[in-house]
């Protein structure tokens, strides 16, 4: 196993349980205890967990993964959220997407539609994302406008009041978000404020919204809210999803579609 698949499967775990011993990590890897050790040590130098006696612990209540070690999570569910999410966009209609692994799916899904690929433009799209950008920009047909601000590594994204002055001078017909929790009482939200800032934009200068989220998103709290539910027209999620929360969001006026 190479070092990166390594650190992707150990954080996975983190995430997971919260906690991990060393020993528990070796036997979970099939790698020696030093290796683990080592890797720990490693990736608490990057702030990317607290190292403990004998183990690790996640970094802080609001922790999240870097976008690159959450790209394989739940793969399968994100890919056909996105085909979903894309085929509720019109051509030639303005698109906001935020960061995260599931609305890059989305940006991919739309690239590969047989009736986006003339026009002029045969799509606007607008991001906040690096990634989403560059993945798009190679697409002739698709008009690509990119807010400022400053990049935040974990996702991409571009956050900060640099953004406002972009945002406030555009119309989108529809913002696809993507959260890290959805909750009928809490709204969609984010880890962090100045992340949770710019989908709000983005959901402010958007006719529609779409939230696309797994199943694992759904009833969660987090730090920094984006939007009450109210504001969210239609949720696309998998099948997995729980049905009294999906019961839940209909009677709050969200149109649900599970794939």
């Known amino acids: 196993m190479s070092r990166d698949a390594r650190w992707k499967a150990l954080l ?12 528990e990590a070796a036997t979970r890897l ?25 183990g690790a612990v996640v970094h802080g209540v609001s922790y999240e993964l870097p976008l690159r070690y959450k790209t394989a999570r739940r793969a399968g569910d994100k890919q056909r959220i996105a085909r979903a999410v894309a085929e509720l966009v019109a051509p030639g209609e303005a698109v906001g997407l935020t960061g995260g692994t599931t609305t890059t799916e989305v940006a991919r899904a739309l690239a590969v539609r047989a009736d ?10 607008v991001t906040n994302a690096l990634n989403i950008a560059n993945e798009l920009a190679v697409r002739p047909q698709f008009k690509i406008v990119l807010t400022g601000g400053v990049a935040r590594p974990q996702s991409y994204e571009l956050i900060g009041p640099l953004a406002d002055g972009v945002l406030s001078q555009i119309t989108l017909d529809v913002a696809v ?59 696309v999620t998998d099948g997995a999803a729980d049905g009294d929360a999906v019961r839940r969001f209909e009677e709050a006026g969200v149109r649900v579609l599970t794939v």
Do not use: W, Y
Request: proline letters at 2%; one cysteine or more.
């Open 116 to 125: 986006l690929t003339a026009g002029s433009p045969a799509l606007t799209v």
């Open 12 to 23: 996975e775990l983190l995430v997971e349980r919260g906690r991990l011993d060393v020993e």
């Open 30 to 54: 099939e790698v020696s205890a030093a290796t683990i050790r080592r890797d720990f040590d490693q990736l608490a130098e990057q702030q990317m967990l607290v190292r403990t006696r004998g």
């Open 177 to 235: 978000l993507g959260v890290v929790a959805l909750d009928v009482t809490h709204g969609a939200a984010a880890h962090d404020e100045a992340e949770a800032a710019i989908n709000r934009l983005l959901c402010e200068r958007a006719e529609r919204v779409v939230v696309a989220a797994d199943s694992s998103k759904l009833g969660r709290r987090a730090f920094a809210r984006i939007c009450p539910v109210e504001s969210v027209d239609t949720l």
